[in-house]
């Protein structure tokens, strides 16, 4: 029988597992010394590639465990055969979080959280994590379902900085924001309908910013739980920003 302890544990430090994909972005993130590596698969061939070698020359020099897998196996792994090139790897990063345990260690300044509702543009998400990592904002609050999975596409979108990111993985925002409003975390939802502009909006104590959907923005059922609604005045006929383009903004308006 596993033990309750060793097993939660166990579970929390693969919750911190970030699995990436493809030639290029498991070979940069080798070469980068700051990436933990847990693991790294590759498909077996009837003859190994100039590709696998160098990996395998990489990993030998920094200890890594390379695993042989059927395609189909590392497929289950990768979630994504179309695309993973028969490789993939399982990157440990410490700075990624889960609710719970942010909740139980909460930073005792002022801090923002930018939180993000289904934004599904992989594109955006890169740019959105690559803003927030430059800014003086705490991090991201991320739920498990809804938005861009953390794919090449983002990790290329964030110039990288992904595997610097402060990320707080929630099972869901709706779940997440009454309990960060329980602890005196003020929850603004972003809306081109808000009541208060932003540069109105008086920060008294940590805050949470949450963006919606690119197209149909904060969902409602997370907005009713917020309890500001905030938004960007916009002119020139403009109707609205890029949802990255807010992130950025949100970021760097941390004035405690």
Known sequence: ????????????????????????????????????????????????????????????????????????????????????????????????????????????????LIALDGVTNPQNLGMIIRSVTASPCYGILLPNKGNAALSPLV???????????????????????????????MTCALSGAGKTSISEFKIESPVVYVLGNETTGVSKSVSDLCTYQIKIPMSGGVESLNVSVVAALLAFNTSF
Do not use: W
């Not at 590759?42 to 030998?60: G, H, L, M, R, V």
């Not at 990790?155 to 005196?184: Q, V, W």
């Open 155 to 185: 990790i290329k979108a964030s110039a990288g900085t992904l595997f610097k990111s402060t990320l707080i993985k929630c099972n869901s925002l709706e779940e997440a924001i009454p309990r960060l409003r329980d602890k005196g975390v």
């Open 1 to 112: 029988m596993v033990d309750t302890k060793e097993y939660l544990s166990r579970k929390n430090f693969y919750e911190k597992f970030l699995t990436i994909y493809g030639k290029n972005p498991v070979l940069e993130a080798l070469k980068n010394p700051d990436i933990i590596f847990h693991k790294i698969h590759i498909a077996q061939t009837k003859k190994i590639t100039d590709f696998s070698k160098t990996i395998i020359k990489f990993a030998e020099e920094r200890g890594i465990e390379v695993i042989s897998h059927t395609r189909k196996s590392l497929s289950r792994i990768s979630k994504n055969i179309n695309q993973d090139q028969g490789i993939a790897a399982d990157l440990y990063f410490d700075n990624h979080h889960l609710f719970p345990d942010f909740m139980n260690s909460m930073p005792k300044n002022n801090f923002t």
